[in-house]
């Protein structure tokens, strides 16, 4: 007897973004999975999903924001209940990847925190793991499964053509964007500048900006990084670059952390435009005039059925996805 196996799509969310994890079911034509989160009386979560997900290729969706280690707790407790539930394939879907910024020890007697966080979905059970503009690509190493890493500079690049590019320079806040700012610069025909930043030792959420590289007099500027926490690096960079003689100067970012006093600096700030993605929820309560969002869910839902396809998952990006 030959048997040709039937392959299952299943996509669940945890609750720490589900209108996104709604909009990826949209773009993906499925329906959106019951995992019954809940917690118990000392806050224990419990998960158990609603139909057998046994041979199925599972895609578990969960934003690591705050509180971020709550949500990530959750994520591994749905990738174990799937893993005991006989899924085929586990993928964990995790648009914004926590602990992303501790990659490396930059003083002694510290965490590579990102490397446990890994560790962590793969002894969970993940069999692979999907992710949004890394802090830095060198995290994608810490895995020994298969990592997708893709980036929402298409539908930034969107924006920015919607906005004219006449007279445009692409601004890496600091020396770590400078290659993502030559990509954004290739794919915009345009110029690229950097503004040189000093963090004082021993000190977190403090940025000095010192000068900047490159010709922005007269110019619209937009400062292009993978995510805004506090603003300090995107702020300096703001008032350095009318400093040295800028037209209008742009904020663009992935991932809209925004923990305070982030809206306070931007609503202060020369910039007259920040846009970031929906990869973190934004309540509306923490909106400004300036903030603008704009979805990935699109993207996602693409590279989740490049990947329940085999199918090559850089093709959809033209190879940009590449850190």
Known sequence: MELVPRRRLELFSGRSHPQLAEEIAEHLGVALGEANLREFANGEIHCRYGKSVRGSDVFIVQTHCGPVNDTLMEQLIMIDAA???????ITAVCPYYGYSRQDRKATGRE??????????????GADRVVSVDLHSGQIQGFFDIPFDHFTAMPVLLEELRRGGTDDLVVVAPD?????????????????????HKRRPRGTANTVEA???VGDVVGRRCVLIDDMIDTAGTICAGAELLVEQGAADVWAMATHGLLSDPALERLEKSPIS?????????IPKDRWIDKLQVVSVAGLIADSIDAVFEDTSVSEIFGGDNLA
């Open 111 to 124: 965490p590579i925190t990102a490397k446990l966080v890994a560790d962590m979905l793969q002894t969970a």
């Open 210 to 212: 010192l000068h900047v």
């Open 273 to 281: 435009r920040v846009v970031v993605t929906n990869t973190l929820p």
């Open 175 to 195: 020396a770590g964007r400078v290659k993502v700012a030559e990509r954004y610069g290739q794919q915009l025909n345009t110029d690229i500048a950097l503004v």
């Open 83 to 89: 893993k005991r539930a006989s899924a085929k394939r």
